[in-house]
């Protein structure tokens, strides 16, 4: 079985009838919706909050039904993915570009579930670009300012022209050796004026699953 389809199957064991549940973003977050999508088509009864346009239309598709974000103070479970995690639950979030949603529908989970392959699993953030959500108005002074945090920012682009997030904001994938503060890191950003938010999620996830090659998807809880 695909790592990713093990890892978001085995989330979906989590959610029970009657909860609220945020629904993430990107390949593996996928598979747990597919599977949550059947548990409802055989009667699980839950409500689901997507985090981007294409995760709402996912669950459309598949049955689920929908609450806005609006109407909710407190969710259940979140169930999302990680472009990379630290065994102390440190998270870089954002390669799917729907970070600022998924941080915000984190941030009111009772329990937050990241689901990722062996491959995201690392000892130091940084290898992978951190992903940063600023204004498009003067979008490269906020990047001029961003640099002087030792990164090279580099404006994220889809079809030849900038990628506009679902708030109708930039992203611009932040190039660092190592991130060893994430905390502090995490604090400069978001101080930067023209910032929205950074894909670090700091002491907000509480279940990491790993799928793997033998045997069951791994657990880990903080």
Do not use: H
């Not at 992978?128 to 001029?144: A, C, D, M, Q, Y």
């Not at 961003?146 to 990164?151: D, R, T, Y």
């Amino acid at each position: 079985m695909d790592l990713k389809r093990k890892a978001g199957e085995k989330a979906a064991k989590y959610v029970e009838d009657g909860m609220i549940v945020g629904l993430g973003t990107g390949s593996t977050a996928y598979w747990a919706i597919l599977k949550l999508g059947e548990l409802v088509a055989d009667g699980l009864n839950i409500k689901g909050i997507p985090t981007s346009k294409n995760t709402e239309e996912l669950a459309q598709k598949l049955g689920i039904p929908m609450l806005k974000m609006s109407e909710v103070n407190k969710i259940d479970v979140a169930i999302d993915g990680a472009d990379e995690a630290t065994a102390n639950f440190a998270l870089i979030k954002g390669g799917g570009g729907a970070l600022l949603r998924e941080k915000m529908i984190a941030s009111i989970a009772k329990q937050f579930i990241v689901v990722i392959d062996p491959s995201k699993y690392v000892e130091r953030l940084g290898q992978f670009p951190l992903p940063v959500e600023i204004i498009t108005f003067g979008w490269e002074i906020t990047s001029s300012q961003i640099s002087l945090l030792g990164c090279k920012p580099i404006l994220r682009r889809g079809n030849q022209a900038p990628f506009v997030t679902d708030n109708g904001n930039y992203i611009v994938d932040c190039y660092f050796d190592s991130i060893v503060d994430r905390d502090g890191m995490n604090t400069a950003l978001n101080s930067i004026p023209g910032v929205v938010e950074n894909g670090l999620f700091v002491d907000m996830a509480d279940v990491l699953i790993i799928g793997r090659e033998n045997g069951d998807a791994e657990v880990l809880s903080f």
